[in-house]
């Protein structure tokens, strides 16, 4: 098995993760927080989309599905244009409201769409380039990919986790 076809097989995984943890929630499901500081369903898998459609994009020179597509303009969220949810305070998770399930799902679909299509060309030399020469030492695309694999995973993770709470 090459490399390109574990990542590609990792983020399938996302995916399946993705509609498992939507499947039939509504919005009070979505939107619920267990603590005034936790995060909701609706904001991890938002945050893990944003941020796989952010990395990804930019480790291939690509335009983000959020803007070419207009899926920032379907979620008309109160957030500047390019924000992924990183250091999120409470007040912000807040704003990330959505009327379905279908539009997590829909956007979700439509990055791992691109993300696929990235992967599927790669060739083994291509992990080994650099995408990040601001840390020490600089990032390659392959780190830059398990990267993204391992915080996607641990958000699906924990909207599965909030779940069960509910």
Known sequence: MHAKDILIDGYG????EV???????????????PAA???????????????????????????????????????????????TGYAHTPAKVAKVRV?????????????????????????AKDLERIVDERWDPPVSLGVRLVSVLSDDLQHVGQAAYLRGLL
């Open 13 to 16: 995984r996302i995916q399946e």
């Open 19 to 33: 509609h498992a943890a939507l499947d039939g929630l509504g919005p009070d499901e979505l939107h619920h927080r």
């Open 37 to 83: 500081d936790a995060n909701s369903i609706a904001w991890l898998l938002w945050h893990l989309t944003r941020v796989q459609d952010d990395h990804v994009a930019d480790a291939f020179d690509l335009d983000q599905v959020w803007l070419a597509q207009g899926w920032e303009k379907r979620f008309g969220l109160d957030l500047p244009r390019h924000d």
């Open 99 to 123: 009327e379905s399930a279908d539009l997590l799902t829909g956007y979700y679909d439509a990055v791992h769409e691109q993300t696929l299509g990235c992967l599927r060309a790669l060739a």
